[in-house]
């Protein structure tokens, strides 16, 4: 009787260990790909830019140089972006603009000086 039990119980054993070596084995690969993603993150290449808002035919022309300002056609001091159409401009030019027009002088979209953004770092 106290062989059979011992067989029996030698027999479970056997099982079980197999069991807890494919748990251990199946937890590690498990956290072993999860730091893996944790700690590698992948790199998505940016988006593309949107597309150029068009300029309106009833709009003021851009200069062919892009340093000027479209408004007062000299080079760009303080330079802001209008957000709703990407342009760039004088801060004081684009400003005095808004304030009197509520539009964009080029796209003629609608606009307000809340939307006028300091650039520090003009192309």
Known sequence: ML??????????AQTGLVAAVFFFKMMEWWYQSAEERMSAPTVYPPPPPPPRP???KEGIPLPPDRTL???CSQRRANASVLVVSGFVFCYACIFKYVSQYKRCPVTLMPATVD?????????
């Open 54 to 56: 068009k300029v309106a």
């Open 115 to 123: 939307q006028i953004r300091r650039l520090f770092h003009d192309l």
């Open 3 to 12: 062989l059979s039990c011992t067989y029996a119980v030698l027999d479970y």
């Open 69 to 71: 300002c479209s408004l």
